[in-house]
Every structure is written in C-alpha cells, then in structure tokens.
C-alpha cells in the first residue's frame, strides 16, 4: 500500500499540475499559484511525512522518508525506518525494493492498468480537466477522477507559503474511507538531479525478480 499510494499522490502533484498547465487551465487561485511556480521546475527533491489510517483495521500508520521527481518520466522515493524500501520509476521500468527481505520486484509499466490510475498523468495525459474534476474551497484544492471505476475518491491539496514551492500537504481519500496524509518538507527546486539517481544499483547479494 505504502508504493502504490505515494506513487498516485507524487506523480499527481509533484509533475501532472505542472504538464497540465500547457492544456486546459481551471481557473482557482491554488491551481493558477500552482501553474505558475510549476513553470520553471525541471526537477523537485525533497523529504515527506506520511500518516496512514486504515478503517477496517482501526489502524493508524506512519512512515517517513525522501523523495526525487524529474518529469516527465523519471521518480524515486524512499521509506525509511525498520521496513526500510525504495520505489524508482525509470522511463518504462518500475523496481520495488524491499531492504529486508534482500529483494527486488522489477517490471515494465503496464500502460493499461496505468491508465485507470492518477499516475497516467505521469505517462503523459497533460490535460488534468480531461480526467479530473477541480474545485477550490477554504483554500483547498479538491481533484475528484472522473472515472468512478477508481479506488481513488479524491485527492485534497493544501497550498504552502512558502514562496518556492506551492504545496505544503496532500490527504488522499479511498472509497473504502482510508485516509493519507502526506506532508511534504525541506523541498529544493532545480537542483540538477542526475539520471542516474532513478536507476537502480542492486547491492551485492540481492535478488532480482522480473514480473
């Protein structure tokens, strides 16, 4: 759950607001402060917070760690802590690795299944209006998916004052009512990352699995 709910929320913040600010525009003030710092980033880096709440289990959970964005193709992030794990995205290939089980999932993307999620917009659907519905309210930015077959209820994006990045908190809804809340901290614009920081370099002895 931790991969898959950070690369929904990471992809739909950290790089579609920024392509889809070249197609339709909604016209909020969030989302215009949003299209005009997104502009000039060629790439974000930064740490986060994250505090899960699953329902069923009545069950509260917390991670933090560190993560890279260079769009429109290319992400990392890391989980630190005792279930230690790091996520890459490198153009067409997604590697999960698991530190404690000395293990590592491999796979190209499945464009298909892609497609019925928010990181689709990360595969290139620019045009945010096309597959979301935007509302503004209280200063929140509300994005609800307009293809209802999602788990995704809907993403709440909370605007920062910080002058050089625009986003200071994510909440993620499940239609299952589980929440995530993703707090984004110490975040650094252009920094020149490399390509080869979102390439995976297996430490010696660890298992590679090809799905």
């Known amino acids: 759950m931790k991969e898959t709910v950070l690369m929904c929320i990471v992809s739909i913040v ?3 607001l920024a392509g889809a600010a070249q197609a339709g525009q909604p016209s909020g003030s ?4 949003i299209k005009s710092a997104y502009d000039s980033f ?6 986060f917070s994250q505090v899960s709440n699953i329902k069923e289990l ?5 991670y933090e760690g560190s993560f890279r964005v260079k769009p429109p193709t290319k992400m ?8 230690e794990q790091e996520v890459y995205i490198n153009d067409e290939e997604l590697t999960i690795y698991k530190k404690k089980h000395n293990q590592a999932m491999r796979s190209k993307i499945d464009e298909a299944a892609i497609a019925q999620t928010p990181l689709a917009l990360l595969r290139g659907l620019k045009d945010i209006e096309k597959n979301y519905d935007s509302t503004e309210k209280n200063n929140i930015m509300r994005l609800t998916p307009k293809n209802t077959s999602q788990n995704v209820k809907y993403f709440d994006v909370y605007p920062s004052k910080d002058a050089g990045f625009p986003i200071k908190k994510i909440m993620f809804f499940d239609k299952n009512d589980n929440t995530i809340e ?3 901290q110490g975040v650094k ?3 020149g990352l490399s390509n080869e920081l979102f390439q995976f370099n297996p430490p010696e ?3 590679i699995i090809d799905n």
């Open 14 to 16: 950290l790089v579609s």
């Open 30 to 33: 969030i989302f215009q402060k």
């Open 42 to 47: 060629k790439d974000v880096s930064g740490r």
């Open 58 to 62: 009545n069950k509260e959970m917390t």
């Open 76 to 83: 990392s992030w890391r989980y630190e802590g005792d279930d």
């Open 182 to 184: 993703l707090t984004l």
């Open 189 to 191: 614009i252009n920094a």
């Open 205 to 207: 002895g660890v298992t």
